[in-house]
């Protein structure tokens, strides 16, 4: 395979001019919007260093395809080429409900460490939304995504291991859990999360971002929500004191500007924060669970997860993905929306410092969205808007970046 790869020395990434990305296509609709970002991505990064830069494209394999050709739907060799390369980028992937394998993607976050899923949530002007103010929205979350009740460790009831488990509880603990009851365990530890508070805060700080908040249930969950907050303003205490003002510092109700406010908020009042005062919030790190939540309902209000990036994080591999599922109504139809993988895309050349093409990709979106020039799920929201198939609208795109 022609292309170097990506390197990581001494904390720093390293790219080359031909870096080798490996990509997973995706279930569903993951192939369509794949085909629509890579021509987008490819056009961006040769249109802003005239051919002295490009993407060596490395197929690797999950899913329905990996299933095909390896008989499994996370081979060994993906995990490993990602490992290898650092960078990658995917589609999305079916995870069986109730029963079969358990979530590929949560595997693949478990597998490769990808501790943070980072979701920058703003608004592309145009985008219909279900909000009077969407253009308030400008909010990153780095959501917790290697531990809480996600680290899969349950099982169901009446197993035998569900029984031990009630059994020793009731007998040891004094609980009273009902014997017909499924069981699982929601571990939160210091590590896992001061990590995850000292990403957005280094993000925070390298982005010029005015307010980390950190959300979590810890008035109900004392001991795993509750310690996530104690051991975040730990970490912030311990390792970036110069840099902040806690939130009951404050004199009067303007922090001083060259500090980043911290705060924290109990989740279910943060559901109301972003849809009352989202312009009060910049950078969130929640616990899984929430996280997982509050990301969607931020996407919702820029205009769904159509629109919305995302990233799994790890130091120092990545892997950028559409945030949206399969959608296996529309597969394989030229339909959907690509833009939660085209703007991961943008995404992901940020992360190896390919600025210039990123900007232009976003700018692309926006201006195509601002021209009416749309998929279904944005055309059936807005008057007079010119209806695009999923590879139409990429290349609407492309022609304004
Ligand atoms: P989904 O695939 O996200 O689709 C739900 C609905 O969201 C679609 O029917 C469609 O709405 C809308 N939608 C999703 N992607 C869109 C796009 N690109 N453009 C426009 N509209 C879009 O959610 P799901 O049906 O719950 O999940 C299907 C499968 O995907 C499951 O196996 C699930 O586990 C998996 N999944 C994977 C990932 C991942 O790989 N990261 C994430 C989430 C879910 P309308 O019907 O209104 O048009």
Redesign the pocket.
Same mark, same amino acid.
């Given at each position: 395979m022609p292309g170097s790869r990506i390197e990581f020395k001494n904390g720093r990434l390293i790219v080359p001019d031909d870096p080798v990305i490996p990509f997973i296509e995706?279930d569903?609709?993951g192939p369509d919007?794949w085909r629509a970002a890579r021509m987008v991505i490819d056009t961006s990064v040769e249109r802003a260093y005239g051919g002295s830069r490009v993407i060596k494209w490395h197929e690797v394999f999950a899913g329905d395809k990996g299933n095909d050709l390896f008989g499994t739907p996370l081979p060994e060799e993906t995990i490993e080429a990602i490992r290898k390369h650092i960078v990658g980028i995917k589609g999305?992937?079916?995870?069986?409900?109730g029963g079969g394998y358990r979530?590929l993607?949560v595997s693949l976050r478990q597998r490769l460490d990808l501790f943070a899923c980072i979701r920058p949530v703003r608004y592309y002007r145009g985008t219909p939304s279900p909000v009077k103010e969407p253009g308030l929205v400008d909010i990153t979350v780095f959501r917790e995504n290697t531990e809480d009740v996600y680290a899969g460790i349950e099982w169901p009831k009446g197993s035998e291991e569900a029984n031990e488990i009630i059994d020793f509880l009731n007998t040891r603990m004094s609980t009273r859990i009902k014997k017909d009851s499924g069981v699982g365990i929601k571990p939160i530890s210091e590590g896992a999360t001061k990590r995850l508070v000292r990403m957005a805060m280094e993000y925070a700080i390298s982005n010029h971002k005015k307010v980390v908040t950190l959300v979590h249930k810890g008035n109900i969950m004392k001991f795993t929500e509750g310690a996530f907050r104690d051991w975040g303003y730990e970490v912030i205490r311990d390792e970036f004191r110069q840099m902040v003002v806690f939130e009951n510092e404050l004199k009067g109700d303007v922090p001083p500007s060259d500090k980043i406010l911290v705060n924290d908020r109990i989740a279910d009042s943060m559901f109301q924060q972003i849809l009352l005062r989202p312009s009060e919030y910049s950078v969130l790190a929640v616990p899984n669970l929430i996280g997982d939540f509050v990301s969607d309902a931020l996407a919702a209000q820029v205009g769904?997860?159509?629109m919305a990036p995302g990233a799994n994080v790890g130091i120092p591999t990545a892997i950028f993905?559409?945030?949206?599922?399969?959608?296996?109504? =529309?597969a394989g139809q030229d339909k959907?929306?690509?833009s939660?993988l085209i703007l991961s895309g943008a995404m992901m050349l940020d992360y190896l410092g390919w600025n210039e093409s990123a900007d232009m990709i976003r700018h692309g979106v926006e201006r195509a969205i601002l021209d009416k020039q749309v998929? =279904?799920?944005l055309a059936r929201q807005m008057d007079g808007a010119t209806l695009l198939r999923c590879s139409e609208f990429a290349q609407a795109v492309v022609e304004r970046l």
């Open positions: 995706g569903g609709v919007i999305p992937l079916t995870t069986p409900v979530s993607n769904g997860l159509g993905e559409a945030t949206h599922g399969t959608a296996p109504k =529309y959907v929306n690509p939660s998929t =279904y799920d």
